[in-house]
């Protein structure tokens, strides 16, 4: 069977990635897992400045997920560049760094600036960010600044583009068409979902920063539509993430028209989690006779 898949002028060896902020830039976890295995490594949100991140606490359990106001918090480009990278020059899977900004040069700098490492396969932009220039709203909810923004990246750089999407829209494939647009050559979907969790003891928001982003099990089902919803609207192809836990949560998102998937708040649970998905889709396509990933894109209209 042959589980690699083609995004952009890259492959990764197959479906099954780790999510943005959940797997940091795979150092701590390359002692718990085997990353050669992986089909890619998505990195923890890099800006060009250091950022700590929002105050704390930052992340809170809710009834089949996590909620989380991190802030972005990452070391900027010149630690990167000086930490992380040496590390990443080992790592045997595709790279895929995510990228960051609260405006359009922050996103532009860290694609110049980091575009002529070998050890860096391709680029996720994360366009959930709000945008202090048109009034924090964040880049990701309106399409005109969605094709704007990929299409200036798109001039800097041979290597792939994954628009990553916010599920906090109204519809999310007019945001996936404009990335389509603007030269993404794929789309992940979803970032999180906005929630919110009140102390009704002390009478405020337990996350100081308010509304928060929700992850794990309780958003599956809206990464799922999401993911068979964009698959519809492009014709690039769909990273599908939120809520996997299993194997057979990966596989809904592939048969939902998804060609890969990303593990984020399933590793808090369980860091051997890629693995065992990785094995889960690979015993379900030689039970079901499937051949290639998009195999799993025949079954549902
Ligand atoms: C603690 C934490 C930090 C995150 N940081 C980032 C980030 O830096 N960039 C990004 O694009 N997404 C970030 N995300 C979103 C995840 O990559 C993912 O889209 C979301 O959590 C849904 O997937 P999940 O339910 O499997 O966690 C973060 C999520 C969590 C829980």
Redesign the pocket.
Same mark, same amino acid.
Do not use: H, M, R
């Given at each position: 069977m042959d589980l690699k898949i083609n995004i952009g002028n890259i492959q990764l060896p197959n479906p099954v990635g780790t999510? $943005?902020?959940?797997f940091g830039f795979g150092e701590e976890y390359g002692e718990l897992l085997d990353l050669s295995q992986l089909g890619a490594i998505y990195t @923890?949100?890099l800006t060009p400045m250091p950022r700590d991140g929002n105050a704390v606490p930052r992340?809170v359990e809710t009834p089949s997920g996590?909620l989380?106001s991190?802030g972005?918090a990452n070391p900027g480009i010149e630690k990167f560049l000086s930490d992380k990278v040496p590390f990443l020059e080992t790592v045997k899977c595709p790279v895929i760094l995510?990228v $960051?900004g609260s405006t359009e040069a922050d996103y532009k700098e860290v694609i110049e600036r980091t575009d002529n490492l070998e050890c860096i396969d391709a680029y996720e932009i994360?366009i $959930?960010c709000p945008n202090v220039k048109h009034g924090g709203l964040a880049f990701g909810t309106d399409p005109i600044q969605v094709e704007n923004l990929t299409g200036k990246l798109r001039k800097l750089t041979v290597k792939p583009l994954i628009v @990553?999407l916010t599920p906090n829209v109204t519809d999310i494939s007019v945001i996936a068409k404009a990335a389509e647009a603007g030269g993404a050559d794929s789309i992940s979907c979803?970032?999180?979902v906005r929630g919110m969790v009140i102390d009704t003891k002390r009478k405020q928001s337990v996350i100081p920063a308010g509304i928060s +982003?929700l $992850?794990?099990p309780a958003?599956r089902p809206v990464g799922v539509a999401a993911a068979y919803t964009v698959s519809r609207a492009v014709k690039i192809p769909v990273v599908g993430?939120?809520?996997?836990m299993s194997a057979d949560d990966a596989i809904q998102y592939l048969l939902a028209g998804a060609s890969a998937i990303q593990?984020?708040? +399933?590793l808090f649970v369980d860091p051997l989690l890629p693995i065992k998905v990785l094995n889960g889709i690979q015993q379900y396509m030689k039970e079901n006779q499937l051949e290639k990933i998009s195999d799993f894109h025949t079954f549902i209209n």
């Open positions: 999510a $943005s902020g959940t @923890k949100a992340l996590i989380n991190i972005l995510n $960051s994360n $959930s @990553k979803i970032n999180t +982003g $992850s794990g958003i993430l939120g809520g996997i593990v984020g708040t +399933g």
